[in-house]
């Protein structure tokens, strides 16, 4: 295949999935983030939250007019029912912001879908993209980057790994594995480099901004 691909980007929380997004942004790719759409329409005034509230009561909706974040992350984790119930509400939304963020893409540029539950779709996902790129690292470290940004506890953190695909299933939907275990930044920016210069987005490389 010759001309910009289109790639789906993922990795467990606290992978450095998002640091590489913004790198790949800076390179020239069109990256568009599925968590922030998400976010978006759990937002005052969002698309998504009237059905959310008619599901889900108006308890989960908080003083500020969002989505109570936390109070909906302990039901999902209590009542996997709910979760289903929720994706079923988001994933439809979801699916027409990005095709529509996809279509507005430069077709010189390759387009990065920054999907954190991309494997655990199943087909949906492969289907669409080219690629995919898989930023991983140990359990160890996804906890330790959790708990140091959020403050979550430790049991809290394991929950949402426990909740997300394993290293294992991943790795073996990859097309490309970036293992950010112990780089700092300027390594990993190495790492995505190579990927760049070496063609797996479809491009030549972009001078870095």
């Excluded at 889900?56 to 908080?62: C, K, L, N, Q, T």
């Excluded at 790129?133 to 906890?143: I, K, P, R, Y």
């Excluded at 809290?156 to 930044?185: E, K, P, Y």
Aim: charged residues 20%; hydrophobic residues 45%; neutral net charge.
């Amino acid at each position: 295949m010759t001309g910009p691909r289109r790639i789906g980007l993922t990795g467990g929380i606290g992978s450095g999935k998002s640091t590489v997004a913004r790198m790949l942004a800076r390179r020239g790719a069109h990256v568009i983030d599925t968590d922030a759409i998400a976010r978006a329409l759990t937002q005052p005034g969002g698309m998504a939250l009237p059905a959310i509230e008619a599901r889900f009561g108006s308890e989960m909706i908080g003083s500020d007019g969002a989505l109570d974040r936390a109070r909906m992350r302990a039901l999902v984790f209590a009542q996997p029912p709910a979760k289903q119930q929720l994706e079923a509400i988001l994933h439809p939304l979801i699916a027409q912001e990005t095709q529509r963020q996809a279509l507005a893409a430069d077709p010189a540029q390759p387009v990065v879908f920054d999907v954190p539950l991309l494997v655990e779709t199943g087909a949906r996902w492969r289907r669409q993209v080219d690629r995919v790129l898989v930023v991983d690292c140990s359990e160890a470290t996804q906890q330790a980057r959790v708990q140091a940004r959020s403050g979550w506890p430790p049991t809290q953190v394991t929950q949402v790994i426990r909740q997300q695909a394993s290293r294992a299933a991943r790795r073996a939907a990859a097309d490309a594995v970036i293992v950010n275990d112990d780089l700092d930044l300027a390594e990993l920016e190495t790492e995505v480099d190579a990927l760049w210069t070496l063609g797996f987005f479809g491009v030549p490389a972009l001078a870095r901004l």
